[in-house]
Structure formats: structure tokens, C-alpha cells
């Protein structure tokens, strides 16, 4: 069977990510995406890596790189409030406009920091607990998906988990049905083809022999995501 490429060209920029004010658009396209990760099982999936690692009665870091609408880090934060688990998250997006409706949407979470930041350059004067990343890798070329990952395990002591899209047909079909029937945004819409398009499975990432710890993937869905792991053991 022949293997379906990557089409990727750096210079395209998804609508999402310009520079844009905020709008009702946008912020109608950051709650569809937030509706597709509760539907398709991101939201689902973190919450089951936090129930097999975190305890009750302990404090931890996370840092949340290319938040978005922050939707992951309130899940988050709603899982642990029932667990007595205390969470301290900085939440990263690299677009104003973003971080300004984040903001909105979190009012209600003061465990959580927004800040607008380069996820491929943030850097910190501390190490966190969990740095995670959903829905963001296939903005990268290959070197610098490759360079990420590096950068999250130097800023975690302890896990990083990653989602992205699977590079398949499946996968790209699927993500254009559920924008059209849904009835989602233009933007959402677009973005969406364009990031299937881009979908970047099966990244070389640096080996264990290079200070990664251990590496595996798990499927997120069934044609959506899949999941990058890295723990230093």
C-alpha cells in the first residue's frame, strides 16, 4: 500500500495562528475545537495519564505549551479539584488574541497562569511535573518537531505527553466531515484540512541513549490523534 505523504509548506500560515484582534470567529473556533477534544477523546485521555500519576494531598507544575482556548489545562484542573490534587499551570500560546480569550474562559481558574509565549522557544527557570502539548507538532517541520520534543523533556522532571493528528486518509476525511457536518466555523473548517494535511506521525524523536527516557505512542482515536509519551525514568 503506498503511504500517504506529509503536505507541508512552512509558509503557509493556518488562519488561527495570524495576527488577528479578537472576534466572535475566533472565539467560536477555539469552543469547536475544545468540542472536538471533549468528543474525541483528548480530554479523556489526559485525564486518565493524570489518574494513573498524580496523587491526592501533592502540589505539582504543569506546563501547557500552545494552549489555545486553555481548554486542556481547565480539565485538568477540574480533575484534580475533586482528587485534592493542587495543580500550578502556565498555560503558553504564541497569539495575543488567543491568550486574551483563554483568559476569558479561565476566569474561574486561578490555578492557572496564561502567558503569551513561543512554544518551539519557551524557556523557564524551572523544571515542571508534566509539560504537555496537544494538536500542535504538525505546525512543525520535521527538525523542528524533533527539537521540540528535546525542549519539552529539558523542561520536565518528570512526564511529557504529546498529542497530534495521524498522518492517514482516514484521519484527513474524518477531520472534514465533522467540520462540515457540524456546521463549524470557516476558520475551524480550513484550518482543520490544513492540519491533516500536515499531520506529522511517526516523528523520529531522539533516543533514549540522548536523555529522552522512555518513548512510546498510544492512539488517542480512531482517525484523529495519536499520542507521543516521554518519561525520564
Known amino acids: 500500500m503506498r503511504r500517504l505523504m506529509r503536505s507541508f509548506d512552512c509558509h503557509e500560515t493556518e488562519r488561527m495562528d495570524r495576527a488577528q484582534p479578537v472576534s466572535e470567529e475566533l472565539a467560536n473556533t477555539l469552543r469547536e475545537l475544545e468540542g472536538m477534544n471533549r468528543r474525541f477523546g483528548g480530554h479523556r485521555y ?9 496523587r491526592p494531598g501533592h502540589t505539582y507544575r504543569v506546563l501547557d505549551l500552545a494552549t489555545g482556548g486553555g481548554d486542556f489545562p481547565r480539565v485538568m484542573v477540574d480533575w484534580a479539584r475533586e482528587r485534592r490534587v493542587h495543580l500550578v499551570i502556565d498555560a503558553v500560546d504564541a497569539n495575543e488574541a488567543i491568550v486574551e480569550l483563554a483568559r476569558e474562559f479561565g476566569e474561574e481558574y486561578p490555578e492557572i497562569r496564561f502567558q503569551v509565549g513561543d512554544a518551539l522557544r519557551f524557556r523557564s527557570s524551572h523544571f515542571y511535573d508534566l509539560v504537555h502539548c496537544s494538536l500542535t507538532m504538525h505546525h512543525f517541520t520535521t527538525e523542528e518537531a524533533v527539537g521540540f520534543l528535546g525542549q519539552c523533556r529539558n523542561l520536565s522532571k518528570e512526564f511529557v505527553l504529546i498529542t497530534d493528528l495521524r498522518r492517514s486518509l ?16 470557516q476558520m475551524t473548517r480550513k484550518d482543520g484540512d490544513t492540519s491533516a494535511r500536515r499531520a506529522l506521525s511517526g516523528v523520529p524523536t ?28
Open 170 to 185: 482516514l484521519a484527513r476525511l474524518g477531520v472534514h466531515l465533522v467540520n462540515v457536518l457540524g456546521g463549524h466555523e
Open 46 to 54: 489526559v485525564r486518565r495519564f493524570l489518574e494513573q500519576r498524580l
Open 206 to 233: 531522539p533516543g533514549e541513549g540522548r536523555g529522552m527516557g522512555e518513548v512510546w505512542t498510544r492512539a488517542v482515536s480512531i482517525f484523529s490523534a495519536s499520542l507521543v509519551v516521554a518519561e525520564r525514568q
